[in-house]
């Protein structure tokens, strides 16, 4: 089935295909009728595999069929999401594919002023997008009425029900009307969550695909056993092997990413940060810069790894394993979107082993691993520009003969 064949407004159709999407994807193909029909939906796909779309679509063509006033009168459709950037993706998504349409999108998250955005609201917003804390300011300064919201959707689902949001999502439901659509998008999703997720609703919900392997077939993605403290040598090396990739790193927290940027500036290499600690205007101009391909390693915790879709990313790097398999999934799952094709290697130390087992048990089978010899181990470690800057023959040797030394640094591999 091709998008042309769907009934809906033929304005989103035009920018479907501006867009270059020719097929709806499975995730897409199954999701979109019952969402036009009004039914509560939970969608599991594996990332990259367009659900961002497979809901933008319906809601806007429901939208735009229900508007009949030009009024503005309240939200008609909320979607929340766990983190600025993909608040803002997502918003780009509803204002590229709601190009032709009569109904209109915004964004709201916090780290900015509130004030332009309650401007806005008070124009008219009919498709808000946005993260819970700032969303919940003003809610409670009665500056943003939910009542009229007739569709919610929680994207990154699992993650919005778990232990930091799900208070806050329940009180949510008590500003909603009663008669709304809910829809649940996620690639991962354990019973725990799932039963939650079927109490929010009254209607039976219809669940889309459950992949068996959360991991899409275009990543491969395999583990190094590398020891903590060499870690940072072989990331050199992967950088230097793979100089006009894009590389995204994830390492455990803040203080580590701003280590290994640091043991990366050392060698000459550059990386940027991403984290919370940051300030949203320079998180905004590093993942631009990121998105552009004028920075080619950014270095990132977990609150990133969530539903970004940057274009080619080829390498993923685990720097740190992480904690759990759904982490993992998400992470891996920033390479290899849409039909690309990614690569995703881990770094396992000995201390890490019982992390990869549980990742691996939860995935249902092993990780292949790749094999690294003694001797490449070694040189990996031995040839590092920290190491020959720092030792004092070198030292010598710079003092000698600077010209030589200098066009070694710049040497790209
Ligand atoms: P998910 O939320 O499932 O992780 P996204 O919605 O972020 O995935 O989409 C992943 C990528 O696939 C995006 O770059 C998007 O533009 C692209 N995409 C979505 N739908 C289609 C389609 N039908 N055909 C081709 N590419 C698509
Ligand atoms: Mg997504």
Not at 77 to 87: I, K, S
Not at 211 to 221: L, S, T
Not at 379 to 397: F, G, R, V
Request: hydrophobic letters at 35%.
């Amino acid at each position: 089935m091709k998008f042309e064949d769907y009934r809906i407004a033929e304005g989103i159709k035009r920018s479907i295909s501006k867009l270059g999407f020719k097929k709806p994807t499975d995730i897409q193909y199954k999701a979109i009728p019952p969402i036009l029909k009004g039914e509560d939906v939970l969608a599991i796909a594996q990332t990259g595999t367009g659900k961002t779309a497979a809901f933008a679509i319906p809601i806007l063509h429901v939208l735009q069929e229900r508007k009949i006033s030009k009024r503005p009168d309240g939200v008609k459709c909320l979607v929340m999401a766990p983190t600025h950037e993909l608040a803002l993706q997502i918003h780009e998504m509803f204002k590229t594919l709601g190009k032709h349409c009569k109904v209109n999108s915004f964004c709201i998250y916090g780290g900015v002023e509130q004030d332009p955005q309650i401007a806005q609201l008070n124009k008219g917003v009919d498709i808000l997008v946005a993260t819970p804390g700032r969303m919940f300011d003003l809610v409670n300064q009665g500056v943003l009425n939910l009542q009229r919201v007739e569709i919610l959707v929680l994207d990154e689902a699992d993650h919005m029900l778990d232990l930091g949001f799900i208070k806050d999502i329940k009180d949510l439901m008590r500003h909603l009307s009663k008669k709304r659509q809910t829809l649940f998008f996620s690639a991962t999703i354990n019973e725990k969550i799932k039963k939650i997720a079927y109490s929010l609703v009254d209607n039976a919900i219809r669940i889309q695909i459950s992949p068996k392997d959360p991991v899409a077939k275009n990543i491969e993605h395999a583990v190094a056993h590398i020891e903590m403290d060499h870690k940072r040598f072989f990331l050199e090396y992967l950088i230097k092997d793979h100089y006009e990739k894009k590389i995204l790193v994830f390492v455990r927290t803040k203080v580590r990413a701003e280590r290994v940027k640091r043991a990366m500036t050392r060698v000459n290499l550059e990386a940027e940060t991403i984290h919370s600690n940051k300030l949203q205007r320079e998180r905004e101009e590093i993942m631009q810069n990121f998105r552009s391909n004028k920075l080619k390693v950014l270095i990132t915790t977990d609150v990133s790894a969530r539903g970004i879709d940057i274009p080619n990313v080829e390498y993923v790097i685990n720097y740190d394993l992480p904690e759990s398999s759904e982490q993992y999934v998400h992470r891996v799952g920033r390479t290899g979107r849409g039909r690309t094709k990614g690569q995703a290697i881990s770094f396992c130390s000995s201390e890490e082993m019982d992390l990869l087992q549980k990742i691996e048990e939860n995935l249902n089978k092993p990780i292949s691993k790749i094999e690294i010899s003694k001797n490449d181990y070694t040189s990996t470690i031995e040839l590092t520009e920290e190491k020959t800057s720092n030792d004092w023959q070198a030292l010598m040797l710079d003092a000698e003969n600077p010209k030589k030394r200098k066009r070694k640094k710049h040497k790209k591999k």
